[in-house]
């Protein structure tokens, strides 16, 4: 049994852009909750601009806190109730959100759109965003927002499942053609895995648009065709790798502007859009409003990864998803600010970071 201590290593945020390693208490689960011990936690895109304080007062609510929302780990205290779920020694990967479980969206399944959003006294979660989150060696978390991991799968590859769970949310909106074709417009990790995941769901060809060193990465990567924007009209470069035809769905991984008219041009008649990547709220997008309409096509908005975790470990144990090779660099939790700066400037290539609080898993690939 594993032996818990007192006290743990953190990173907390104190300030706007200001963040260091604390030595703080580490905390007790409640009823229906579970303690974790942190295996693995990688930087998110969206990490920088909490650390930064883009959205004092809501990303995060106040200071100090501890950020970080995409984690694998281990199971190593009960709460009042959550044995009935898991067991001490329980191999979990997290998710960030936890809903209220009361208000009609969450009823429906829809928790992603909690009506409670930003009410912690509701039971509401949002864990590394507005709450407590996994950049420290222990952390608690609701039962239902932690998921059983086979052993097979590495802390490191279930730290991937929150940025895969993008892809798959996206693509279960959007559905995938049997045999089809995607393009994917943002070779990032979260436009590799959509790619990927697509083509697990029966897409036989896709197509990544972007710029290098990416995009070079992205055919290395299972990328069928790749369009170069710098050398290249994404939506003719798209639809001249589809033999002058538009293809069935688009993922739009990026959020940059006028991708989103970019997309809509891209795709066939009655074809699907999935909005993956999340743009500044500066951007307004002018889109082809008739040609839109007249070809019936489909836009569909996508937040989180609500319902989705479950598959995604599934599909990674079983082999049809691959998320290690994404993981390019690996740091301790001391050598945070190092991290932090690689995954900010890409240097030497870097893909997705990950942080291991409690030092490398014995079996981590």
């Known amino acids: 049994m594993h032996s818990i201590p007192k006290t743990m290593k953190a990173l907390v945020l104190t300030g706007l852009g200001k963040f260091e390693l604390q030595e703080v208490s580490v905390p007790s689960p409640g009823p229906f909750e579970v303690l974790c011990r942190i295996g693995a936690v990688a930087i998110c895109g969206s990490d920088p601009e909490i650390i930064r304080g883009g959205l004092p007062g809501y990303w995060p609510p106040s200071y100090p806190f501890i950020a970080g929302h995409e984690w694998a780990g281990e199971v190593v205290a009960l709460g009042e109730g959550s044995g009935y779920f898991f067991k001490i020694g329980d191999r979990v990967a997290g998710e960030p959100w936890k809903g209220c479980g009361n208000c009609p969206n969450c009823v429906a399944g829809h928790y992603n759109r909690c009506m409670n959003y930003g009410r912690p006294e509701s039971g509401m979660r949002h864990y590394g965003f507005q709450y407590t989150g996994a950049y420290a060696q222990y952390s608690v978390y609701s039962v239902k927002a932690v998921h059983m991991m086979k052993d097979r799968v590495s802390f490191r590859e279930g730290s991937m499942v929150d940025t895969a769970g993008v892809g798959l949310h996206g693509a279960e909106l959007t559905g995938i053609t049997p045999g089809g074709t995607v393009a994917v417009i943002g070779p990032g990790p979260i436009g590799i895995l959509a790619m990927r995941i697509a083509k697990a769901l029966g897409a ?3 197509i990544v648009v972007g710029r290098p060193p990416r995009l070079e990465l992205a055919g290395k990567l299972g990328a069928d065709a790749l369009v170069d924007i710098q050398e290249t009209d994404p939506i003719e470069g798209v639809r001249a790798a ?30 699907r859009i999935g909005l993956l990547g999340i743009p500044s709220d500066k951007v307004m997008e002018k889109i082809p409003y008739k040609y839109l309409c007249r070809n019936e096509i489909v836009i569909c908005g996508s937040k989180a990864t609500p319902n989705v975790s479950d598959k995604v470990l599934a599909l990674i144990a079983s082999g049809q998803l691959v998320v290690k090779d994404l993981i390019t660099h690996v740091f301790p939790l001391d050598d945070f600010g190092k991290a932090l700066d690689t995954f900010v400037t890409r240097k030497d290539g870097a893909m997705k970071v ?6 490398a898993e014995k079996t981590a690939g």
């Open 242 to 271: 589809n033999g002058g035809k538009g293809v069935d769905e688009v993922f739009e991984c990026s959020g940059s502007e006028g991708t989103l008219h970019q997309a809509i041009r891209m795709v066939r008649e009655g074809g």
């Open 204 to 206: 036989s060809r896709a």
């Open 354 to 359: 990950v942080i291991e609080p409690n030092g």
